[in-house]
Structure formats: structure tokens, C-alpha cells
């Protein structure tokens, strides 16, 4: 059953809701499977059915860039239910119990991205080092956290880099950041060595390394925000799809939340496949799917770039979009009114 939204709001804040209306239309969208199934059954789709119950029926070799955000290793209620945080050696078996099930999907050129933090991080490495090659842990900084007066603030998380095979797509020009040039060295003759003059200020791109610090976490005056407690930043999913795939290439997630995955892969010519159990993420993944049908803007990429996290340029940039197109549907405004 999903519950109809019932908090007040804020006239600015853009969090993605569902109307009653919504709630009906939007569920009619979702698959559901009841055995095995060809690829054009779950192309561009949204599963809404427990992950455990229908990976057996899940085809072969078809997912080109596997994206996986597993429930941490921690105590906490979710979607009704309870998880109690295990011993480490216990959730290794846990990951691994579906993990090398859902393997079976993969193309020989595939990649994989694991998401965790340091309660199960280890854990999940020692797993998937035993069926892929894991070629690097980037660290990304979720810039929130509680404090604690006896420890370290968290606030980071780990993605673990893997592949199949030694032939797998990187691209790493897809990825750079566009960062603030400040001390900006010139040949003798005064040229730039490595950036380049704007008439916003100097610049220079940069590789991409495993270290994540321009992201944001959704909230609630970002229009990709949702209620999800664990929505990851869809410039987040951005560096991994156009890093780790091509235009056209299947990307697979299956622990969608809210959608971002199939929303960002959407925008970015990708196929897509995601499952989520819960009706009410489910569908706030297919409305966020409607709008991406109108909006490909990414917070933070613009231009064929990355920008620094809550700088200037990257606001302008994102803002642009919407200055421009003042009609857009109903989806970009949160609520789908009833008499549309």
C-alpha cells in the first residue's frame, strides 16, 4: 500500500512527491515478473517485487554496467522492517548469497560499482575479489553526518570499482572536473600552462581520481530530491554511468530506491533496468522517469563537465534549463495536480 504524502511543506521546497492521482497511474507502470523473462520483458523498466524472489529469473549476460547500493551493515528500521547490524564474517555471507547470483547477468566487458561504508566495506571487498577484478575503492564524501564527542564524524561512503574481464570500458575524458585555477602558472610568452582564461575566471579540467568531494546529497531545494533516507546524488550516478558505459549500453540496478540510477542512465542514453521492493519508491522512480522525459539536466554536470560542488558556475549552469523552458509538464513542479 503506498501512503499518500501528508507533510507540510514548504512553497520552496521542490522534494519529489506523489498525488493521489499519481499514486494509481504510476503503479499500473511497474513490472512484475512470475518467471523467467527475455530482455525486452524488463528493458526500460521498473521491478517491483523482492530482489531475492526474482534474480533466478533475471536473464543472462545482457547488463553492461551493474550498479549495486545493498542495505549497509547496520541497525535500523526501513521500509517496516528491522536490520540489525551483523558481524562482519556474517554479512560477507549475506553479500555473497545473491551476489554471485546476480554475476550470472553480466557481459564479459561488464562493470560493477558496490556501494558501502566502513561498517561493511571490508566485507564486501573480500567478496567481490573472489568473482571479479576489483580495480579501485573511490571514497566520496557525503557531507553529512552526526557528530560524536568519543569518535570521527562519518561522512563518507565507499564504491568499489570491479570488472569481469581485462577488456571493460573507462572513459575518463567523460569524467573530468572543472576546477578553479588558483595559482595560475603561464609560459613565458604569458599563455596558460594547462587551464584556460573565461570571463568567469580561470579554469583548469582534472582527471578523475577515487577521491569524491563535489557531490552533494539530495535535499529538500533540489528538484531530485525525494523522502528516500539513502538517495544517492544523480551526479553521483553520472561519473559512474558515463565513466563505466557507452550510449546505448544496459545498466542494472538492482536496489533502485527512488530511481536514481534508471533516472540518471535515462538521461543519458543509456537502457536501464532497476528493482525495488517497496510500491512507493517504486513509483516516485517512474514519475522521476516521466520527468526525465523533459528535463536532462544533472546538478553539477554542464557543458560535458563536472563542476565543483556549490560553486557559482555550476548553479548557473543547472538553472539555465529551466529559465529557458518555463512550460514544462506538470512532473517538474512535485505534484501531479488531480485535474490534469
Not at 528491522?82 to 550470472?104: D, L
Not at 562493470?111 to 575479489?129: F, K, N, P, R, T
Not at 584556460?196 to 528538484?223: A, I, K, Q
Request: proline letters at 5%; one cysteine or more.
Amino acid at each position: 500500500m503506498i501512503v499518500h504524502d501528508t507533510k507540510l511543506r514548504a512553497p520552496s521546497n521542490r522534494t519529489i512527491i506523489l498525488s493521489a492521482h499519481e499514486r494509481v497511474f504510476y503503479r499500473q507502470t511497474l513490472a512484475h515478473l512470475d518467471g523467467p523473462v527475455r530482455e525486452e520483458r524488463i528493458k526500460n523498466r521498473t521491478i517491483c517485487q523482492d530482489l531475492f524472489e526474482i534474480l533466478d529469473w533475471l536473464p543472462s549476460g545482457f547488463v553492461d554496467l551493474l550498479f549495486i547500493d545493498p542495505p549497509y551493515n547496520l541497525t535500523k528500521t526501513f521500509n517496516g522492517a528491522t536490520h540489525r547490524k551483523r558481524a562482519i564474517g556474517e554479512y560477507g555471507q549475506w553479500f555473497e548469497s545473491w551476489f554471485v547470483k546476480i554475476i550470472r547477468t553480466l557481459k564479459p566487458t561488464a562493470s560493477v560499482y558496490i556501494c558501502g561504508d566502513w561498517h561493511s566495506s571490508a566485507a564486501i571487498h573480500l567478496v567481490a575479489e573472489k568473482y571479479l577484478t576489483v580495480r579501485n575503492r573511490i571514497t566520496w564524501e557525503r557531507e553529512k553526518g552526526r557528530g560524536a564527542k568519543r569518535n570521527w564524524k562519518n561522512c563518507s561512503e565507499d564504491i568499489w570499482f570491479c570488472t569481469v574481464s581485462e577488456e571493460y570500458v573507462f572513459n575518463a575524458d567523460a569524467v573530468k572536473v572543472r576546477r578553479r585555477v588558483i595559482a595560475p602558472y603561464t609560459d613565458r610568452e604569458g599563455n596558460p600552462k594547462d587551464w584556460e582564461r573565461t570571463e568567469t575566471g580561470n579554469y583548469r579540467l582534472t582527471c578523475p581520481s577515487n577521491s569524491w568531494t563535489d557531490l552533494t546529497v539530495p535535499f529538500w531545494s533540489m528538484p531530485e530530491n525525494t523522502d528516500h533516507p539513502t538517495q544517492k546524488p544523480e551526479k553521483l550516478l553520472a561519473k559512474i554511468i558515463l565513466a563505466s558505459s557507452r550510449s546505448g549500453d544496459w545498466v542494472l540496478d538492482p536496489f533502485l530506491g527512488s530511481g536514481t540510477t534508471s533516472v540518471v542512465a535515462k538521461k543519458l542514453g543509456r537502457l536501464y533496468t532497476g528493482v525495488e521492493i517497496d510500491p512507493k519508491y517504486g513509483c516516485l522512480a517512474e514519475k522521476r522517469l516521466a520527468i526525465a522525459d523533459h528535463d536532462k539536466t544533472i546538478q553539477g554536470y554542464a557543458e560535458g563537465v563536472f563542476w565543483e560542488r556549490n560553486s557559482l558556475l555550476e548553479q548557473e549552469r543547472f538553472s539555465h534549463f529551466r529559465e529557458a523552458q518555463p512550460d514544462l509538464p506538470f512532473a517538474l513542479t512535485g505534484v501531479w495536480k488531480e485535474d490534469e
